[in-house]
């Protein structure tokens, strides 16, 4: 089983749609867990930070499940410019310091 | 200021061939990864330098690797000899404090290495 796995997608939505992607992690040590974006052929750049209590910035919201292993990211109002691959990153125990573990990310597509 | 900066931003090889990737870090940054995306796979952790000391080289896939921080500057990472496997994207990353705290590592735009 993958440490972090993602729903595969791609995910196709018109403009305004309300989207959300799930991912699962299988280390119930993990300590922190993020959404990363990546734009096509560039770098991973981080979207947000995901908190137990759940966390807002703006159209995107974040929630995380502890006893279900579970992550997810809801996209309110898609915007054109949300298209990209979102990656869901997981900080795991590592020997003497935290490593940052990759799933394989979800490509949303918003279109016109 | 500046970011992390990866060169070259593309390279093509031949199977047997040697290839070296540079990655420049924030200044400042002690805090220094590489990571690699294979195609179709996920970004995966190699190794982790803090100053110019290997913290963490456990995801460093086999020896034809090697990972260098002379002075905890740059950062060079050597692949000899190249194989068709090697084929993907270089990620470097670095922060100021340990990866531990997500939020704080920036990551350079990557090499993209084909090996033919």
């Known amino acids: 089983r993958k440490e972090v796995e993602q729903d595969p997608g791609p995910f196709n939505v018109p403009e305004g749609a309300t989207v959300a992607f799930n991912c699962t992690y299988s280390?119930?040590?993990?300590?922190?867990f993020f959404w990363y974006r990546q734009d096509c052929r560039k770098e991973p750049k981080l979207l947000m930070s995901?908190?137990?209590s759940g966390n807002e910035d703006g159209r995107f919201t974040a929630q995380l499940n502890r006893a279900s292993q579970y992550i997810s990211l809801l996209i309110r109002d898609s915007k054109l410019s949300d298209s990209a691959t979102y990656l869901c990153?997981?900080?795991?125990?590592?020997?003497?310091?935290?490593?940052?573990?990759f799933g394989k990310g979800t490509k949303l597509s918003v279109k016109p | 200021e500046a970011g992390v900066t990866q060169f070259p931003s593309h390279s093509v090889i031949e199977k047997g061939q040697t290839v070296t990737l540079r990655c420049d870090p924030i200044?400042?940054?002690?805090?220094l990864y590489w990571y690699r995306r294979v195609m179709g796979k996920e970004i995966k952790f190699l190794l982790h330098?803090?100053?110019?000391?290997?913290?963490?080289e456990s995801g460093m896939p086999n020896n034809r690797f090697l990972a260098e921080r002379t002075g905890g500057t740059y950062s060079t990472l050597k692949v000899q000899p190249a194989e068709l496997e090697d084929s993907g994207v270089y990620f470097c990353?670095?922060?100021?404090?340990?990866?531990?705290?997500?939020?704080?590592?920036?990551f350079g735009s990557g090499t993209q290495l084909s090996v033919l």
């Open positions: 995901v908190y137990s």
């Open positions: 990353a670095s922060s100021q404090e340990a990866a531990t705290v997500g939020e704080k590592l920036f």
């Open positions: 280390n119930s040590a993990s300590q922190s």
């Open positions: 330098f803090v100053k110019e000391s290997k913290q963490d």
């Open positions: 990153v997981v900080i795991t125990p590592r020997g003497s310091q935290g490593n940052l573990i």
């Open positions: 200044s400042g940054h002690d805090n």
